[in-house]
């Protein structure tokens, strides 16, 4: 069965924190990894990441996969209020179904 | 911003009606998805669809029925709603000739609550 386990489940820090969240994953037919942001409504997106190694970033937010270990992970650093919300992990499958397996997400929040 | 349109935004309803939500969209986008979103669960996928009248299930697909007779109309269908169907619904979509992003636009969601 597909999955994709995200930890940790919820975590609260202070505002300046550097905050690392994972996500590993065992799905068929492996194509890219995806990191959505879900604040009050809709997600939206973070990065996707399709090779082992290369980092992605942007601004204070960053991520990086490793296919031979299977995980990701979603770095903040010097974490501000507004990066509270739950951090969505999700794989994307190739072939056929065309579609993303999501995990239950990590809630992040951050206090002043 | 992409448009998606979902509705009802807001739905209460209850044991045994039927409830149609509708998610349209203006891109044409050829791919579109229909996820829950419960607590503890994350998003699940109940169904898709990868063109005019072609859909699939996704892993809690149960009580659920689609239709898309157009490109930019995908119906979620709840032929006898139940309170284990009170959740979060969110409507998303992909380009076609992005799709090997994997990059989805959703919705603002519609809350349903079954009574």
């Known amino acids: 069965e597909d999955k994709v386990v995200q930890s940790p489940l919820s975590l609260v820090v202070h505002e300046g924190d550097t905050v690392t969240l994972n996500c590993s994953y065992e799905?068929?037919?492996?194509?890219?990894l995806l990191w959505y942001k879900q604040e009050k409504k809709a997600p939206t997106f973070l990065f996707m990441l399709t090779s082992s190694g290369i980092e992605k970033k942007s601004g204070r937010l960053s991520s990086i996969l490793d296919k031979k270990e299977l995980f990701s992970i979603l770095n903040i650093t010097a974490t501000q209020t507004g990066d509270s919300a739950i951090y969505l992990c999700a794989v994307f499958q190739q072939g056929g179904s065309e579609k993303l397996v999501f995990g239950k997400g990590t809630k992040l929040t951050v206090n002043p | 911003d992409a448009g998606i349109t979902q509705s009802p935004r807001h739905k209460v309803t209850e044991t045994g009606t039927p409830v149609t939500l509708r998610c349209h969209q203006t891109?044409?986008?050829?791919?579109m998805y229909w996820y829950r979103q419960d607590p503890g669960h994350g998003l699940r996928l109940i169904h898709y669809s990868y063109g005019v009248k072609d859909t699939d299930k996704g892993e809690v697909s149960d009580g659920y029925s689609v239709s898309r007779s157009k490109t930019e109309d995908f119906l979620l269908t709840l032929e006898s709603a139940t309170s284990s169907q009170t959740s979060v619904y969110f409507c998303?979509?992909?380009?076609?000739?992005?799709?090997?992003?994997?990059?989805?636009?959703f919705g603002e969601g519609s809350r349903l609550t079954v009574l």
């Open positions: 799905v068929t037919n492996f194509r890219s």
């Open positions: 998303a979509i992909t380009e076609s000739q992005v799709v090997d992003t994997g990059e989805l636009f």
């Open positions: 891109e044409n986008h050829r791919y």
